[in-house]
């Protein structure tokens, strides 16, 4: 089965039934390791969601990691908008944090397995290729996943880290953006609302609302473009250019500064617009049309796709920071579209951008155990004073009860 490699998520799930997008699936019946854990789960993601039963299989590695592995897994039995019409994909690997994971942070991810019982480092490295190639086609765009640590041959020059600032999304700092080289001036702040992450499993660099007007009057403003239709900004139309234009010429570098692991310096990744001006679909012989790679959130600042294929990034859980280097195969036509550059002072920065601590499913697990010990508390007083008649009585409702499928699912989103 083709899965995709999401570090934006923490289920390892597959297609369990068949399904009209999907052409293949896992038959558990017909499998003599699978056992079910009879638990059901579902996953929200920003687009789509699941359903399923949690169980466990055997798993060995093709070369490397020698040996087999028992693993959790959820097999996929009713979705929505999660398997879509020409995806080559039937499942999804969920890299991030146990604390994501569902239907609770009990459940083991798949590499915390491999790290546990392979016994190899806690670290993980992925390089996605496909600078300046159709979405839509034929050809594989290649790429690699790296289990237990760090390819040569991957990447250039040097690795620059960035602390992971909590581990449940690699959830990083991001200082300022620069279009063009010009710095938007905004507080830094605006940047980590309400987080800033690096997931592999969204495709677009996603920005907050306020941050993505800014890059977007930014990117009109320094173009060679005077007039320019908006849907292309939102995404809901395409840009269309003969094919012997190019038109990456016309748009700007884009720069993201990470704070080093010296706080007191920084580096910054930048992508050309080969990245982030992406084709999509060719129309007869003349016309090459474009989308826009880079899209609004309402929730975070999200380092997908399109910023990651310029790159070899490192999740080093071991460590606990993510570290890019400069990828060979982000090239087109031959020349570099990314590039690291460092380290530069935080001087004009504030000492932390990231302005509150989120308030994900751990923190509110803790927050109803502690008010569920209070309440044992005034319960017990209660129970001390029976013989006072009672003046009023609480019935505990649906309101009551904190559940991930209501007061914290948005947190799941990407």
């Given amino acids: 089965l083709n899965i995709l490699v999401d570090t934006g998520s923490s289920n390892f799930a597959v297609a369990g039934v068949p399904d ?20 059901d789960v579902t996953v929200k993601y920003s687009q789509g969601s699941w359903t399923g039963v949690l169980g466990t299989d055997v798993i060995t590695m093709p070369k490397g990691i020698y040996g087999s592995y028992t693993i959790n897994i959820a097999t996929i039995l009713e979705s929505e908008n999660f398997f879509l019409p020409g995806v080559k994909w039937h ?17 083991e991810t798949f590499f915390d397995s491999l790290v546990r ?15 300046g190639l159709p979405v839509s086609g034929s050809g594989t765009n290649g790429g690699s996943l790296v289990l237990g640590g760090i390819e040569p041959s991957l990447y250039r020059g040097d690795i620059w880290y960035t602390p992971i600032k909590e581990e449940w999304y690699y959830q990083v700092e991001i200082l300022k953006l620069e279009v063009g080289g ?40 320094t173009s060679l473009i ?4 908006s849907g292309f900004w939102t995404g809901s139309q395409l840009a269309c250019w003969d094919k012997t234009e190019s038109p990456w010429s016309l748009f ?21 617009p080969q990245l982030y001006i992406q084709p999509i679909l060719g129309i007869g012989d003349n016309l090459q049309c474009y989308r826009f790679g880079i899209s609004s959130s309402t929730s975070a600042l999200v380092i997908g796709a399109t910023v990651m294929e310029g790159f070899y990034v490192i999740f080093d859980r071991a460590q606990k920071r ?22 530069f002072t935080t001087a004009d920065v504030a000492s932390n951008c990231v302005s509150s601590v989120s308030f994900h499913e751990p923190v509110l697990w803790i927050a109803s155990y502690a ?30 009860v904190v559940n991930d499928e209501s007061s914290l699912v948005h947190h799941r989103w990407k």
């Fill in 182 to 221: 010009q710095n938007l001036e905004l507080d830094c702040r605006e940047y980590n609302a309400d987080k800033a992450i690096v997931d592999s499993g969204t495709t677009l660099l996603r920005l907050p609302q306020k941050v993505f007007s800014a890059v977007v009057q930014a990117i009109a403003r």
């Fill in 371 to 400: 008010l569920m010990t209070v309440c044992g508390i005034i319960l017990l007083v209660l129970v001390i004073l029976l013989l006072i008649p009672p003046r009023c009585q609480h019935r505990y409702t649906d309101s009551d």
């Fill in 252 to 272: 700007p570098k884009l720069s993201i500064y990470l704070r080093d692991e010296n706080s007191s310096r920084s580096f910054r990744i930048s992508v050309l």
């Fill in 20 to 39: 009209p997008d999907v052409t293949s699936y896992f038959n558990t019946e017909l499998s003599s390791t699978y056992k079910s854990q009879g638990i």
């Fill in 226 to 229: 005077q007039e320019f239709s």
């Fill in 322 to 343: 993510v570290g890019f280097a400069v990828s060979p195969c982000a090239e087109v036509d031959g020349s570099p579209v990314s590039e690291i550059e460092g380290p």
């Fill in 117 to 131: 019982q392979a016994e190899i480092p806690n670290v993980f490295s992925l390089q996605m290729c496909g600078a």
């Fill in 91 to 107: 499942g999804i690997l969920g890299l991030a944090y146990d604390a994501l994971a569902k239907p609770s942070s009990s459940v």
